[in-house]
């Protein structure tokens, strides 16, 4: 493009380019522009457009695409994702199969249910069972209160709680678990007891242990009495049929340290409260009397 020099100084264009030498342009400006112009040659020199390097930004642009290409999200062959269903089916079918069963019951309720090889058992008010998915495989059921069991013919199983087991074959019979108190009664057949020593029950006899006392007794009935709602006791710790009396009616009972052992032979019923007061505190000539929230003190 042709360059149009200003009126003031036609010789500019040609210096910068070269067509004129230095001393021409001294010789025509005066020495303070003379100077000036020297330093803006100066800075001029300076400057430099480099050639676009058309190459190298063509090769930016190509590995720019390839990296978007490589970021998509890629597609994952058919047996990775069947493997990873597998596995998730894997894990939730074994936990399904280890979890436990469990069967509870509030404070005066009952629970029927029939166990995988036709046993039956009855759970009484305030306990819980657990018993395993595999019930074939491993035959242990866990139990917290009291349930009265009638196992099938030939069928064995172990029934486990905190102060001991009953091993049984083929038999009709009771346990219950109350703190420091462990009861078992077998009402047909034979149940073994283990609670730190081991014992064989056979049809009428019982055993009940209080703490680390232990008692042996024979018994007339042929079925728990509480299926019938009614608890019955002979030569019973006052303090396990006050826990029983509770458990039944969902009431805090108090009772002296005093009275805690006495021995009590009787019953209550399971239909009304009243009632199952005065059938225990009458035999004892004592009294229930209730206090804030309800709660019941034998005096």
Known sequence: MKTTDSPKDPFLSEWIEGRMTDEALRQKVSPDDYAAYLKLRDALAGLSLAEPDLERHYQMVKQKKIDALDAKPKTRPLYVWLGAAAALLLFFGIYRFVTPNVLATGHGQT?????????????????SLSYPNWF???????????????VSKGSTFTVQT???????????????????????TCFEGKVEVVSGTSQVLEIGQAVRFLGREKENYDTP????????????????????VLLQLSRQYNRK???????????????????????????????LQKEFKTGTNGILTLE
């Open 111 to 127: 629970a029927d249910m029939v166990l995988a090889d036709g046993s039956e058992v009855t759970l009484a008010g305030q306990s």
């Open 136 to 150: 074939a495989y491993r035959r242990t059921l866990e139990l917290r209160g009291e349930a009265y069991f009638e």
């Open 162 to 184: 905190q102060q001991g087991t009953v091993t049984v074959l083929g038999t009709r019979f009771n346990v219950l678990v109350l703190p420091d108190y462990f009861e078992v």
């Open 221 to 240: 009935q042929s079925e728990p009495a509480w299926l019938h709602r009614e608890s019955i006791f002979d030569s019973a710790p006052l303090e396990a």
């Open 253 to 283: 009972i108090i009772c002296p340290d005093s009275l805690k052992t006495v021995r009590f032979t009787g019953s209550f019923t399971h239909n009304d409260l009243q009632t199952a007061l005065r059938s225990v505190a009458t035999p």
